[in-house]
C-alpha cells in the first residue's frame, strides 16, 4: 500500500504570498497518476490538478503542479481569498488502487 | 453538466446495512468509473470502492468483505451497500467519476463529485 504524507499539516500564508504544498508518496507513483483537490468547508473536493501537472477544466493558471517519483509539490502563485481551504493529493494504481494524503489546511494569517 | 446525487438514510443502527445509491444525470452511466469515497467528520478522504458500467468492480481491501458496488444502467444509477456498520462507519459519502482511458482503465482521478451526504450510525 502507497502512503500519501502531506506536509505541511497547517500553512498559514497571506493573500497574495505564494503556497507550496508537499505530498510525499511511500513508494514510486507514476506522475500520470497524482492530482490535486481543493475542499472548502461543507463542499466536496474539486479536482486541481491530474497527471501531476495539469490543470483541470476551469482552474486558474496560478494553480500548478510538478514532481515525480515520490514526491510531488501544488504551487498557488499568488493566494487570492478563495484559495485558503484544504487541499488533498491522490495517488492512483497501487492497493487500494486509489488514496489520498491527510491533507494540508491552507489558511488565512 | 454533468451530476451525481446522492440519497439514501441518514441513519443507520449498528450491524445494520447502509444502502446508498447516486443518481447520475446529464451523462450515460456507461463508459466510465463510478466510485465511492468517503470522509469521517473532521477527516480525510477514503476510497471504498469503483464499478465500470460493464459491471467490473475493484474495492479498498481494508473494506472489502462488507462492501457491495452495483449498475443500474437502465436508471442511470450505482449503489453502495456496507454491511455490520459500526460507529467507525460514520462519514459523509461522496460518489465521484473516474474516466476510462483508451486502453479502458481508468485515468486515475476524479472530475466530477456529488455533493455528499451524511450517514450516521448510531442507536
Known amino acids: 500500500e502507497i502512503v500519501l504524507t502531506q506536509s505541511p499539516g497547517t500553512l498559514s500564508l497571506s493573500p497574495g504570498e505564494r503556497a507550496t504544498l508537499s505530498c510525499r508518496a511511500s513508494q514510486t507513483v507514476s506522475s500520470s497518476y497524482l492530482a490535486w483537490y481543493q475542499q472548502k468547508p461543507g463542499q466536496a473536493p474539486r479536482l486541481l490538478i491530474y497527471g501531476a501537472s495539469s490543470r483541470a477544466t476551469g482552474i486558474p493558471d496560478r494553480f500548478s503542479g510538478s514532481g515525480s517519483g515520490t514526491d510531488f509539490t501544488l504551487t498557488i502563485s499568488r493566494l487570492e481569498p478563495e484559495d485558503f481551504a484544504v487541499y488533498y493529493c491522490q495517488q492512483y494504481g497501487s492497493s487500494p488502487v486509489y488514496s489520498f494524503g491527510q491533507g494540508t489546511k491552507l489558511e488565512i494569517k | 453538466q454533468v451530476q451525481l446525487q446522492e440519497s439514501g438514510p441518514g441513519l443507520v443502527k449498528p450491524s445494520e446495512t447502509l444502502s446508498l445509491t447516486c443518481t447520475v444525470s446529464?451523462?450515460?452511466?456507461?463508459?466510465?468509473?463510478w466510485s465511492w469515497i468517503r470522509q469521517p467528520p473532521g477527516k480525510g478522504l477514503e476510497w471504498i470502492a469503483y464499478i465500470y458500467y460493464s459491471g467490473s468492480t475493484n474495492y479498498n481491501p481494508s473494506l472489502k468483505s462488507r462492501v457491495t458496488i452495483s449498475v443500474d444502467t437502465s436508471k442511470n444509477q450505482f449503489s453502495l451497500k456496507l454491511s455490520s456498520v459500526t460507529a467507525a462507519d460514520t462519514a459523509v459519502y461522496y460518489c465521484?467519476?473516474?474516466?476510462?482511458?483508451?486502453?479502458?482503465?481508468?485515468?486515475?482521478?476524479?472530475?466530477?463529485w456529488g455533493q455528499g451526504t451524511l450517514v450516521t450510525v448510531s442507536s
Open positions: 465521484a467519476r473516474d474516466n476510462p482511458t483508451p486502453r479502458g482503465t481508468p485515468a486515475s482521478y476524479f472530475d466530477y
Open positions: 446529464d451523462v450515460s452511466i456507461s463508459r466510465f468509473y
